[in-house]
């Protein structure tokens, strides 16, 4: 069974910055398309970024594009996000989470092809 764990959310000012990780276990070698997704309580749980297995593409809301950067490192089976000029309004828990694919599907951001999450990292950004 594949376990994800969250490390990197803290406290920070608008326009500050945090990378946050994933660190799968569970897992000989992980190919699988990998997301990280955010709610804040009272919201809808809202995709923000993904990257496919082998090599492919990532995608990002627009909420975060050009802010935001995933990345993920096979080898260590460690997922990122560097989140760059935060707002407040990305105040919210951040979860990572693993797909049953290997290529992140059109669909990917509504979270029904991730089968594994974590417990998530808070992160909290003040004005």
């Known amino acids: 069974q594949v376990q994800l764990v969250e490390y990197g959310g803290g406290s920070v000012q608008s326009g500050g910055s945090l990378t946050l990780s994933c660190v799968a276990s569970g897992v000989v070698y992980n190919v699988n398309c990998m997301g990280w997704f955010r709610q804040d309580p009272g919201k809808e749980r809202e995709g923000i970024a993904a990257v496919s297995g082998l090599g492919g593409g990532t995608d990002y809301a627009a909420s975060v594009k050009g802010r935001f950067t995933v990345s993920r490192d096979d080898a260590q089976q460690t997922l990122f996000l560097q989140l760059n000029n935060l707002k407040p309004e990305d105040t919210a828990m951040y979860y990572c989470?693993?797909?049953?694919?290997?290529?992140?599907?059109?669909?990917?951001?509504?979270?029904?092809?991730?089968?594994?999450w974590g417990q998530g990292t808070q992160v909290t950004v003040s004005s």
């Open positions: 989470a693993r797909s049953r694919r290997v290529t992140c599907s059109d669909s990917w951001s509504s979270g029904v092809d991730f089968d594994s």
